[in-house]
Structures are given as structure tokens and as C-alpha cells.
């Protein structure tokens, strides 16, 4: 009886798993896996937002995270074109 | 939103290290689109995709870029996108969920339209006092003309 559940359980698993990878495609899948690097990170609502050096559009002139705040509120948009 | 917003709240687009580089997860969306990039080496790299992003979108938003050691992504947790609103003295008000699944635009736009009800620019200075005023007048006598 045991081993008839685990095998049914085993199915449905190895099913869904099926499903998934069909769904969003094996290469989706293993990027995901092997690539996916989201993080919730520590800073909490309420934390100051630190600086940070970055970098203008021509590639040359630094800037200042802290240089954008002050005198109005501050949308921050972290994304990559891909 | 920034069209909408851009005179009383500072947008900054923060361009991040690659989400779906051509070297590692690919997607066959970019694949369509013709969004093919490895995963830049040097900052110069990273500036010239986000470079072209820029010209490709025209987008209007400032852009600066998170140089190849990725330290603003360190901090903020940013990758593949993610929002945060900061309030003038530096705190953080909101932080979003790491995309695409926890990216909503539709919170910010929440945030902005409460935060700024009806669109009505925040009378700070005597100046801005007076455009109100002014505004409010024109609708005044417009209301009232149309009686």
C-alpha cells in the first residue's frame, strides 16, 4: 500500500516537473537555474538609501547616488536592457 | 509616469548588469527582438548597451550606470529590476519586489498619484503658491463662464 502512494506521489511530481519544463522551455529552465540571481537584499523601508559611485551615459563623468536626492522624492528603476 | 510626475519627483533609471545575456540565460523573447548582448567585461561595455537601450526605447528617463563591479546592485539588491521610492531626506519609503514577477509600476503610480492627488503640483514656494492661484482662478472663471 506504502509503495503504491510514494509511486503515485513520485508521478505527479515527475508530471508536474514535465509540465513546468515544457511550459517555460528547457533552456528557460536551466538558465533559471543556473543564472538566476534575485535577491531580496538587507535594506529595509525605513533604512537610508546609501551612495554609491556610478557612472554617466558617456562612460566618463562619476556620479553620485546621493547627488539625486534631496528637495523632491527619488524613483530609483534598477533594470538591464536584456 | 515620469512625463506625468517628472517636475515634482526625480526619476533615475540605474542600469544594472544583464539580465538575459546572449552568455547566460538567453531568452528566445531577446532572441526575436534582436536583444542579443553578452554579459559586458568592462564598465565601457556596460555604457554602450546601455547606450543603445536608450536610443532604441527613446527613453526619456535619466540613466546612469552601475560600473562592472556592480556595487549599486550590491546595495540595492536591484537585478533583473526592481523599483524603490526615496524621500527627500534619503529614506526609503517603498521597496519593490525583485521582477519580473514583483515588478509594479502600478504601486509607484499608486505612491505618486496619493502623494500628489489630482495631479496638483505641491505649493512649496511663494511662487508655485501663485501659480495655483493663478490656475485656480482660470478654472474658477471657467466654471463660472460656462454656467
Given at each position: 500500500m506504502l509503495k503504491k502512494v510514494l509511486l503515485a506521489v513520485l508521478v505527479l511530481v515527475v508530471g508536474a516537473v514535465a509540465v513546468v519544463v515544457a511550459k517555460m522551455g528547457p533552456r528557460n529552465v536551466i538558465g533559471m537555474l543556473r543564472y538566476d540571481q534575485r535577491q531580496e537584499g538587507k535594506?529595509?523601508?525605513?533604512d537610508r538609501a546609501p551612495d554609491v559611485s556610478l557612472v554617466a551615459l558617456d562612460g566618463q563623468s562619476p556620479v553620485r547616488l546621493g547627488e539625486a536626492i534631496g528637495n523632491r522624492p527619488l524613483v530609483l528603476v534598477f533594470g538591464s536592457f536584456t | 509616469m515620469y512625463r506625468r510626475y517628472g517636475d515634482r519627483v526625480r526619476f533615475l533609471t540605474?542600469?544594472?548588469?544583464?539580465?538575459?545575456?546572449t552568455d547566460e540565460w538567453q531568452m528566445d523573447s531577446n532572441e526575436k527582438e534582436q536583444v542579443c548582448y553578452p554579459q559586458p567585461k568592462t564598465t565601457a561595455e556596460r555604457v554602450a548597451i546601455a547606450n543603445d537601450f536608450v536610443k532604441r526605447f527613446h527613453y526619456e528617463i535619466p540613466v546612469v550606470v552601475d560600473p562592472i563591479e556592480n556595487p549599486a546592485n550590491a546595495l540595492y539588491?536591484?537585478?533583473?529590476e526592481r523599483f524603490y521610492i526615496v524621500d527627500e531626506k534619503g529614506v526609503i519609503l517603498y521597496k519593490g519586489k525583485p521582477?519580473?514577477?514583483?515588478?509594479?509600476?502600478e504601486e509607484i503610480e499608486a505612491w505618486l498619484s496619493s502623494r500628489f492627488p489630482s495631479g496638483e503640483a505641491p505649493a512649496k514656494s511663494s511662487r508655485n503658491s501663485l501659480r495655483l492661484l493663478q490656475r485656480n482662478a482660470r478654472i474658477a472663471a471657467l466654471t463660472a463662464s460656462s454656467r
Amino acid at each position: 500500500m506504502l509503495k503504491k502512494v510514494l509511486l503515485a506521489v513520485l508521478v505527479l511530481v515527475v508530471g508536474a516537473v514535465a509540465v513546468v519544463v515544457a511550459k517555460m522551455g528547457p533552456r528557460n529552465v536551466i538558465g533559471m537555474l543556473r543564472y538566476d540571481q534575485r535577491q531580496e537584499g538587507k535594506l529595509k523601508v525605513g533604512d537610508r538609501a546609501p551612495d554609491v559611485s556610478l557612472v554617466a551615459l558617456d562612460g566618463q563623468s562619476p556620479v553620485r547616488l546621493g547627488e539625486a536626492i534631496g528637495n523632491r522624492p527619488l524613483v530609483l528603476v534598477f533594470g538591464s536592457f536584456t | 509616469m515620469y512625463r506625468r510626475y517628472g517636475d515634482r519627483v526625480r526619476f533615475l533609471t540605474l542600469y544594472i548588469k544583464e539580465a538575459h545575456p546572449t552568455d547566460e540565460w538567453q531568452m528566445d523573447s531577446n532572441e526575436k527582438e534582436q536583444v542579443c548582448y553578452p554579459q559586458p567585461k568592462t564598465t565601457a561595455e556596460r555604457v554602450a548597451i546601455a547606450n543603445d537601450f536608450v536610443k532604441r526605447f527613446h527613453y526619456e528617463i535619466p540613466v546612469v550606470v552601475d560600473p562592472i563591479e556592480n556595487p549599486a546592485n550590491a546595495l540595492y539588491a536591484g537585478w533583473p529590476e526592481r523599483f524603490y521610492i526615496v524621500d527627500e531626506k534619503g529614506v526609503i519609503l517603498y521597496k519593490g519586489k525583485p521582477g519580473p514577477f514583483g515588478y509594479h509600476p502600478e504601486e509607484i503610480e499608486a505612491w505618486l498619484s496619493s502623494r500628489f492627488p489630482s495631479g496638483e503640483a505641491p505649493a512649496k514656494s511663494s511662487r508655485n503658491s501663485l501659480r495655483l492661484l493663478q490656475r485656480n482662478a482660470r478654472i474658477a472663471a471657467l466654471t463660472a463662464s460656462s454656467r
